[in-house]
């Protein structure tokens, strides 16, 4: 599979999984319990800069993986994503849920996922994979360039852990759903 890359080293792969792959991500939406979401802000109010614009930073969420260690019966459902992604460590897996804006608005804040200590992990690589179509976007810094990639299904963004990322609200009325994975 070869991906598109834009500025340096952010590559976006389209239709990444197979469509059965796809399909069985159609649990995210069910609406009898049998996925779990949870409720969390997206950066921690600690981390919130008076000068910073306003954002969203409610969504659901469900962790898969954290710490280097499974933490949800749904792992299975990311391993199709992990293998061809070759991990070789997996330091998170986490499932955002996001619900439509009236207009589009900032997820949060830029951001690295993983830091130790206050210092950015230059090892670690970050994918970001849509499983459904939406029309929010995936906001990247990559050195004093910024990159606004448009989300479509069955998609996998794959960035260093040291470009800072930020995601944008959807509009069209559906969720969004984002896999988030801290590899090695």
Not at 32 to 59: A, R
Not at 112 to 128: E, F, P, R, Y
Not at 132 to 146: C, F, S
Request: glycine residues 4%; hydrophobic residues 35%.
């Amino acid at each position: 599979m070869i991906p598109n890359i834009i500025g340096k080293n952010i590559k976006i792969y389209e239709n990444f999984l197979t469509s059965l792959q796809v399909k069985e991500f159609d649990v995210l939406q069910s609406e009898d319990g049998t996925f779990p979401w949870f409720y969390s802000k997206i950066i921690s109010e600690d981390d919130i800069k008076e000068t910073d614009k306003e954002f969203i930073n409610d969504q659901f969420v469900h962790t898969i993986y954290n710490n280097f260690s499974q933490q949800s019966h749904f792992f299975n459902l990311c391993r199709p994503i992990l293998d061809k992604l070759d991990a070789k460590a997996v330091w998170r897996i986490k499932i955002n849920l996001t619900l439509p804006t009236k207009e589009p608005m900032p997820l949060g804040t830029y951001h690295n996922d993983l830091t130790w200590s206050g210092k950015v992990n230059d090892d670690a690589k970050i994918a970001i994979y849509y499983p459904a179509e939406n029309n929010g976007k995936l906001l990247v810094k990559e050195d004093e360039e910024e990159h606004t990639i448009e989300n479509s299904g069955n998609q996998l963004i794959q960035i260093p852990n040291t470009y800072e990322h930020l995601g944008i609200s959807n509009t069209d009325g559906n969720n969004r759903y984002a896999v988030n994975i801290v590899y090695f």
